[in-house]
C-alpha cells in the first residue's frame, strides 16, 4: 500500500536556525498537505498544496509540492521555541481518505 | 464556532469493557474521520464518513464500529476493549462540496484511552 516517509525523524536545533524537512510518497499524489500537532492537541493544518512545482508560504513557513509529484518539503526559518512539536505530511489515499507520515519532531533550544 | 470537539479527553478501560467516544462538529462538514495514533507514530484511519448514514472502513478498523445518524455526529464503539487499542484518538471534520475538491481537516483534540 502506499506509504510517507518523513525525514529526519527528529530534530534539534537551536533558537534562529532554519529547520529543512521532507516526505516522499511510494505513489503520485496530487495533493500534498502539513500539519503541525503540539503537546497533547490535535493536528492543525500549516500548508496545503495542490499543483506539482507549488511553492507556499505561511508566515516563516514554506512548503513546496516536489515537481516528481512524489515528494514534498517544509522549511521554517529563523526557529523560535513555539515552533516545537511534531509535524506531519499528507497525501490522499483513494476518494474520500488521506495517509499520514509518521512525523518529523522538532526541538527548539533557547 | 466549537469546530471539532471529542469527549472523554482521557478514559481508563479494563480489557473486555466497552466504551463510546463521542465527536462532534458543528461546521455543517459533510466528511468525517476517526484516527489513532501510537505512541511515536503517525496517523491511522480507523473509520470514515462521507455523510449521515454512510460510513466505511479505513486502514485498522478491526476492534471498532462507527455510525453517522446525523451530520454532526460520528461516536467510535469500541465492543471489547485490549491492551493493543491504548492509543490516542482523534476525530476531524472536512468539507467537500458536490464535483470539488475536499476542503481542509480539523482535527478534535484526541480522547487518551488506556487499556488494562
Known amino acids: 500500500g502506499q506509504q510517507l516517509n518523513q525525514s529526519p525523524q527528529s530534530m534539534f536545533i537551536q533558537e534562529g536556525e532554519d529547520v529543512s524537512m521532507n516526505c516522499t510518497s511510494s505513489?503520485?499524489?496530487?495533493?500534498w498537505l502539513w500539519y503541525k500537532q503540539e503537546p497533547g492537541e490535535g493536528p492543525v493544518l500549516l500548508i496545503a498544496?495542490?499543483?506539482?512545482?507549488e511553492l507556499t508560504s505561511n508566515g516563516r513557513l514554506t512548503a513546496q509540492f516536489g515537481i516528481t509529484r512524489k515528494d514534498s518539503f517544509l522549511n521554517i526559518s529563523a526557529s523560535i521555541p513555539s515552533d516545537v512539536g511534531i509535524y506531519f505530511c499528507?497525501?490522499?489515499?483513494?476518494?474520500?481518505?488521506?495517509?499520514f507520515g509518521t512525523g518529523t519532531r522538532l526541538k527548539v533550544l533557547a | 464556532n466549537a469546530g471539532v470537539t471529542q469527549t472523554p479527553k482521557f478514559r481508563i478501560l479494563k480489557i473486555g469493557q466497552s466504551m463510546t467516544l463521542q465527536c462532534t462538529q458543528d461546521?455543517?462538514?459533510?466528511?468525517m474521520y476517526w484516527y489513532r495514533q501510537d505512541p511515536g507514530m503517525g496517523l491511522k484511519l480507523i473509520y470514515y464518513?462521507?455523510?449521515?448514514?454512510?460510513?466505511d472502513k479505513g486502514e485498522v478498523p478491526n476492534g471498532y464500529n462507527v455510525s453517522r445518524s446525523t451530520t454532526e455526529d460520528f461516536p467510535l464503539r469500541l465492543e471489547l476493549a485490549a491492551p493493543s487499542q491504548t492509543s490516542v484518538y482523534f476525530c476531524?471534520?472536512?468539507?467537500?462540496?458536490?464535483?470539488?475538491?475536499?476542503?481542509?481537516?480539523?482535527f478534535g483534540p484526541g480522547t487518551r484511552l488506556l487499556v488494562l
Open positions: 476531524a471534520s472536512s468539507y467537500k462540496p458536490a464535483g470539488g475538491q475536499e476542503e481542509t481537516q480539523y
Open positions: 505513489s503520485i499524489f496530487n495533493t
Open positions: 498544496l495542490y499543483k506539482a512545482g
Open positions: 499528507a497525501g490522499p489515499s483513494g476518494t474520500y481518505k488521506y495517509i
Open positions: 461546521m455543517n462538514h459533510n466528511y
Open positions: 464518513s462521507v455523510g449521515a448514514g454512510i460510513t
